[in-house]
């Protein structure tokens, strides 16, 4: 099983950007996948995370109305649209698979991790 988060880079505050997770080994429209950050020195924290049949879709409050998740199972992808970026958004970027089970907006409910994808936003 594999995870390959892209997409990040330098973007000034009000700009966009678009991350995107790529599954390997497994068939993605079997597992819920979600999208963490961590920026230094903080926790890492949920961001974003979708459904394995993409019908439910879940949001942290501080990305609500800004970030939107979405998937494609036949290039066993998942998305995150970014727009409106703030200088606090600047993080490192993971997406997981989540287990069958359990709440999408912790982490202790993912079983497998990506590298991870650098976002700066500057002000």
């Known amino acids: 099983v594999q995870l390959q988060a892209s997409g990040g880079g330098l973007v000034q505050a009000g700009g966009s950007l678009r991350l995107a997770c790529a599954g390997s080994g497994f068939r993605s429209d079997d597992y819920g996948i979600g999208w963490f950050r961590q920026a230094p020195g903080k926790e890492r924290e949920f961001v974003a995370a979708?459904?394995?049949?993409?019908?439910?879709?879940y949001y942290a409050d501080s990305v609500q109305g800004r970030f939107t998740i979405s998937r494609d199972n036949a290039k066993n992808t998942v998305y995150l649209q970014m727009n409106s970026l703030k200088p606090e958004d600047t993080a490192i970027y993971h997406c997981a698979r989540k287990f069958h089970s359990g709440s999408y907006y912790s982490p202790n409910k993912y079983d497998y991790w990506g590298q991870g994808t650098q976002v700066t936003v500057s002000s």
């Open positions: 979708i459904s394995w049949g993409g019908g439910s879709t």
